[in-house]
């Protein structure tokens, strides 16, 4: 069910804040005993604003101190408040995307069991999905169709102003592991904690940490159902971006596909299918974040995956994929192999390249 599904990696900026929050109250009590008043505005209540949904940053929260100081609208904000409000901007913008975080909206789908297209536990994912970006404050909407009787639903959030660029990630997993190394083991289902799990967690985590105000690009985040039953019943891959593609009606200025990259042992590589220019400029803000080792500017794999529909539409699309994974479509696709760092990486690139681009 939406919003019964509460993020776990919640706890610990809440109950930080909480801690702050006792503290200010108390500090507040002490200076309104010997005041004989109750301040309004004292600086240590104010410590206790970030309280509100918007503020859930672990490091830098504690260094937002003045929000709630300069609401007093009788009183003309002091170049000290001006110079405090810019920091509490800069704070704000200088929001980093948390491998941690990230792992931990993989172990939240992973909790959900096997997620196919058509699955209760599908639709569910769906629905955490949907929960999760409208708490990071998208405009989200879907897009709902029937494709041989089965309902899909991809999930799209917008946020930010100008040139438009869309990312996605497909949200599905695999309904059979037919690359299992056991072949008693190939029609099960696979938990899919990398092959769809990890580009969701990206995309998640960057919601939390692409401020709208800031953003440079009219920003989709879309994440797509349908993409991993193909050449099983009948289906092709990637009939939800197919479906994405379909209904654009604005043209993106870039497309960029993530799937797949959260393996511990991390290799990313140029894919073949990929617009070569758009590729390599995403690569080498990667270089320049110093991830050159593991996001490697050579061309390996080429693959079909969510991005060919927009390539096909003759628009720059990029598919980031780490494809070599022992585990792929093999029931052992478990959020084990899937590291931290490796998302991180990946979503430090993206966060990068997104607010420098023009
Ligand atoms: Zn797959």
Do not use: C
Not at 50 to 62: K, W
Not at 84 to 99: P, Y
Not at 243 to 261: C, F, H, I, N, S
């Amino acid at each position: 069910m939406p919003g019964s599904r509460m993020p776990r990696h919640q706890p610990y900026p809440v109950v930080r804040l909480i801690v702050i929050a006792l503290a200010a109250i108390a500090v507040a009590a002490v200076l309104a005993w010997s005041a004989g008043t109750v301040p309004s505005t004292a600086t240590p209540a104010s410590t206790a604003a970030p309280a509100s949904p918007s503020v859930t940053v672990p490091a830098s929260s504690t260094a937002m101190r003045l929000p709630a100081a300069t609401s007093s609208p009788t009183v003309a904000p002091s170049p000290a408040q001006t110079v405090s409000s810019q920091a509490v901007i800069t704070a704000q913008t200088a929001l980093r995307f948390n491998g941690r975080r990230a792992y931990q909206f993989v172990l939240d789908q992973e909790a959900l069991g096997i997620r196919p297209t058509g699955s209760d536990a599908g639709w569910k994912t769906g629905d955490y999905i949907i929960s999760q970006m409208e708490g990071f404050g998208w405009e989200v909407s879907t897009q709902e169709f029937l494709y041989l009787g089965v309902r899909v639903r991809n999930v799209i959030g917008k946020g930010g102003a100008g040139p438009f660029i869309l990312l996605g990630a497909h949200y599905d997993t695999r309904p059979a592991a037919d690359q299992d190394p056991d072949p008693a083991r190939r029609s099960e289902p696979i938990l899919g904690a990398n092959d769809g799990g990890s580009g969701v967690a990206v995309l998640l985590e960057l919601a939390r940490v692409l401020k709208h105000d800031t953003l440079k690009h009219e920003v989709w985040l879309a994440f797509f159902d349908a993409e991993d039953r193909g050449r099983l019943d009948g289906w092709p891959f990637s009939v939800g971006a197919r479906e994405t593609a379909r209904r654009l009606t604005l043209r993106p200025q870039a497309m960029v596909l993530v799937d797949m990259v959260g393996d511990a042992d991390q290799n990313i590589y140029y894919e073949g299918n990929s617009h070569p220019r758009l590729a390599a400029e995403i690569w080498a803000v990667a270089g320049e974040l110093g991830y050159g080792d593991t996001i490697i500017p050579q061309l390996k794999h080429t693959i079909t995956d969510d991005h060919i529909p927009f390539v096909e539409m003759g628009i720059p699309a990029v598919d980031i994929i780490d494809f070599d994974y022992p585990y792929w479509h093999t029931t052992r696709d478990t959020s084990d192999k899937v590291s931290a760092d490796s998302l991180e990486r990946v979503g430090r690139t993206l966060q990068t390249w997104l607010e420098e681009k023009e």
